[in-house]
C-alpha cells in the first residue's frame, strides 16, 4: 500500500508508486478522505488524477481510506505499506508512524530513497509555486498540471 493525500499527485509519488509496483504483485494507492484539512482538490478529484497516471501500470489500484491506515491494511489483507523518504527530516514523524502501526496492527513499512530528481518536490510546493504563476510542468503529469492551472485560475 502506498498511502497519502496526494493534492494532488507528483511525478516524486510516481516514481515511488512505480517502483512498488515492480516489487510487489499488487499496489493499492489509497488516498486519505481525512475531511479536517483543507484541500485544494476534493478527494474524489485526487483519487481520479491518481487512476489516470497509474493506468500504464497493470498492476496498481486506487483507493480511498479515512481512520486509520492500519485499519484498512487489516479490512484489505495488506502487510507492507512503502512510504518513499526524501530527506532526512521525512524520517523523524515516518519512524514514529512506522513503529506506531507495526505495534498496533503488525504492519510492516519499507521505506524506499528518493529518486535524486524529486527529493525537494513535495505537492505543498507545488501548490504554493503554481498558485504564485510559477512553472510546475516539470513536477506533475500533464493533466495534473491543466487541472492545477484551472484551479489557481478558479481560486484567483
Ligand atoms: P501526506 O499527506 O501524508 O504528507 P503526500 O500525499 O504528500 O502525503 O505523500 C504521500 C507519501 O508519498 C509520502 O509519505 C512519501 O512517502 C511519498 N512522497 C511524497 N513526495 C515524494 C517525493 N517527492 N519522492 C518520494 N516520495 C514522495
Redesign the pocket.
Known amino acids: 500500500m ?6 494532488p499527485v ?1 511525478l ?2 510516481l ?2 508508486i512505480g517502483r512498488a509496483s515492480l516489487l510487489y504483485d499488487e499496489v493499492v494507492v489509497a488516498v ?1 478522505i481525512n475531511a479536517s484539512k483543507k484541500r485544494m482538490f476534493t478527494f474524489e478529484e485526487r483519487t481520479e488524477m491518481l487512476r489516470e497516471a497509474t493506468g500504464v501500470y497493470g498492476n496498481v489500484r486506487v483507493d480511498t481510506f479515512d481512520g486509520l491506515i492500519v485499519d484498512f491494511c487489516k479490512a484489505n489483507e495488506i502487510q507492507v505499506i512503502v ?4 530527506a532526512i527530516s ?1 524520517f523523524d514523524y515516518e519512524l514514529q508512524m512506522a513503529q506506531m502501526n507495526h505495534g498496533l496492527q503488525g504492519v510492516e513499512t519499507m521505506f524506499m530513497t ?2 535524486p530528481l ?2 525537494f ?3 505543498s510546493l507545488v501548490k504554493e509555486v503554481a498558485t504564485y504563476g510559477g512553472d510546475v510542468s516539470a513536477s506533475v503529469p500533464e493533466a495534473v498540471h491543466r487541472r492545477l492551472l484551472e484551479r489557481v485560475r478558479e481560486q484567483s
Open positions: 502506498c498511502p497519502g493525500s496526494f493534492d507528483t516524486g509519488h516514481d515511488i486519505g512510504k518513499g523518504l526524501r521525512d528518493t529518486n524529486y527529493s518536490l513535495s505537492s
